[in-house]
């Protein structure tokens, strides 16, 4: 079946950074990726996309210019690198396969990870 592990959460102070990492078995690899996140008594919402050839990328813009979507293909593997990171990035961040290559929204064949924590401190 098809499953996607994360790793690479955590504590940092503001101004640090933190790298997620996103492994994808099964036939979910070749889509659409993105990640995702959601602070306690938010939406889950998207923070960047990226399509199966890794260009074209999309990011929220509350993250714009301090986080980086990539993935490679030989290790089907996504990542998000996180730098200059602020309080208001702390949430828990899901990755997600098969979603929207348009919109970068989740839907009813999207699988995703397990979520990992990362907070930020002041």
């Known amino acids: 079946q098809a499953q996607l592990v994360q790793s690479g959460g955590g504590s940092v102070q503001a101004g640090g950074s933190l790298r997620l990492s996103c492994l994808a078995s099964?036939?979910?690899?070749?889509?659409?990726m993105a990640w995702f996140r959601q602070s306690p008594g938010e939406d889950r919402a998207v923070v960047a996309g990226i399509p199966p050839g890794g260009g074209n990328t999309y990011y929220a813009d509350s993250v714009k210019g301090r986080f980086t979507i990539s993935r490679d293909n030989a290790k089907n593997t996504m990542y998000l690198q996180m730098n200059s990171l602020k309080p208001e990035d702390t949430a828990m961040y899901y990755c997600a396969a098969r979603v929207s290559c348009v919109t970068w929204l989740g839907g009813f064949s999207s699988v995703w990870g397990q979520g990992t924590q990362v907070t930020v401190s002041s």
């Open positions: 099964g036939p979910t690899y070749s889509s659409c």
